[in-house]
């Protein structure tokens, strides 16, 4: 728990002293169209709090899709689990009958001699 506060002290420090170091103004050009001059700092800052949004957003809408996979998946397991108890039964089923012929042929055969 210390490790981590001190690692957020250093990081917040280093945010501070990145600020201040960097307050000239700036603007930016897209296309032709510019903005008006902003310390360069804010238009840093601006930048990294819209990329975090962007991949919090992205990060939900995956793990959407990927629990969306996994309860196909399961239900796809629990169905296939259902079969193959099916053809268990059914694979007893067919050695007792095939052990009861078995039996029956056996006897049938000492009755005979």
């Known amino acids: 728990m ?8 250093i990081i917040i420090t280093i945010g501070i002293l990145f600020g201040v170091s960097n307050q000239q103004p700036v ?18 800052f601006i930048s990294f709090v819209t990329g975090s949004i962007i991949a ?14 996994e309860r196909l998946v399961s239900e ?11 053809h268990n039964k ?3 089923s067919i050695v007792r009958k095939q ?4 039996e029956q ?6 009755e005979k001699e």
């Open 105 to 110: 042929q056996a006897s049938s055969l000492v």
């Open 90 to 92: 059914q694979r007893q």
């Open 27 to 44: 603007s930016l050009k897209f296309l032709g169209h510019a903005t008006a001059e902003y310390p360069l700092y804010l238009i840093l």
């Open 56 to 69: 919090f957003i992205y990060n939900l809408l995956v793990r959407k899709e990927m629990k969306q996979k």
């Open 76 to 86: 796809r397991l629990k169905e296939v689990e259902k079969r193959e108890a099916l």
């Open 99 to 102: 052990e009861n012929t078995g």
């Open 2 to 9: 210390y490790i981590k506060a001190f690692l957020l002290i």
